[in-house]
């Protein structure tokens, strides 16, 4: 095995419909009875547990942002998620060439598909398996429950690959997939090299400025998504 490939989800792999930001309100609504500070708050390129600690902050109360206040919280919006979802209250998709692009690279025998995620494990088993994507297909995941902190996390997927590919992978072979500029930069501790695609928020100029090495406006064009994330066109 020769590339380790780590999605990001929510604006790279699939579009939830806010799914995710309805659900932490109504986990929130459990203790709040304004929750205007909701507007303060980006949710992209962050983790779970980041934006629950920012969101109590944004509300005035940062002392309780306590691991077990967090915890409990992060149970709650779970819970709330499934059930919106399971409803079918929001509908999630797959962004397009998603499907395609997955089915491509699990074709090559050199190749390893992970997850890199903000998402806590439940959560992001939650939508893939709504947005038609098997949790079941990506080989290994670093999560928001392995760390709060978004560059923490390409080198646990990285120690993770190592059982499958006789080697803990950095650099070129180590290519993360998302839209928002945190993504790009996750992995500069380990020199990943990065693909920005603007299904999300950020344009393809903000990802590039950013320093991902190839960028697309969709994920569509499968064989030339390809080719850049096989290392054959980057510089």
Same mark, same amino acid.
């Not at 949710?43 to 915890?71: H, N, W």
């Given at each position: ?6 999605? %990001?989800? &929510? ?22 009875? /304004? ?12 983790? /779970? ?11 005035? $109360? ?19 998620? &499934?059930?919106? $979802? ?26 390893? $598909? @992970? ?8 959560? !992001? ?24 902190? #978004?560059? &923490? ?6 120690? #993770? ?11 070129? &072979?180590?290519?993360?997939? @998302? %839209?928002?500029?945190? /993504?790009?930069?996750?992995?500069? !501790? ?30 569509? /064009? ?14």
């Amino acid at each position: 095995m020769r590339h380790l490939i780590l999605f %990001d989800i &929510d604006g790279t792999l699939l579009n939830s419909s806010s799914a995710g930001r309805t659900a932490l309100r109504a986990a929130f609504a459990d203790e709040f009875t /304004d929750l205007d500070f909701f507007d303060a708050v980006r949710f992209d390129g962050k983790t /779970d547990p980041q934006i629950v600690v920012e969101l109590f902050d944004a509300a005035g $109360v940062p002392d309780r942002a306590t691991p077990p206040m967090i915890s409990a919280v992060i149970d709650r919006y779970l819970a709330h998620l &499934d059930a919106a $979802v399971s409803a079918g209250r929001h509908k999630v998709r797959s962004m397009v060439g998603v499907p395609e692009l997955l089915a491509a690279l699990h074709a090559k025998d050199d190749v390893v $598909v @992970g997850l890199l995620t903000g998402n806590v494990i439940p959560g !992001a088993r939650i939508k893939l398996e709504a947005a038609g994507l098997p949790f079941a297909q990506f080989a290994l995941g670093a999560f928001g429950s392995d760390s709060p902190h #978004r560059p &923490d996390l390409p080198a646990v997927a990285a120690a #993770r690959a190592d059982q499958l590919m006789g080697r803990v992978p950095s650099g070129r &072979d180590v290519v993360i997939i @998302g %839209d928002t500029p945190a /993504d790009v930069t996750c992995g500069a !501790a380990i020199c990943a090299h990065a693909i920005g695609v603007a299904t999300g928020a950020y344009s393809t100029s903000a990802l590039h400025a950013a320093g991902a090495s190839a960028t697309f406006e969709t994920l569509a /064009d499968t064989d030339r998504v390809m080719e850049a994330i096989l290392c054959l066109n980057l510089n």
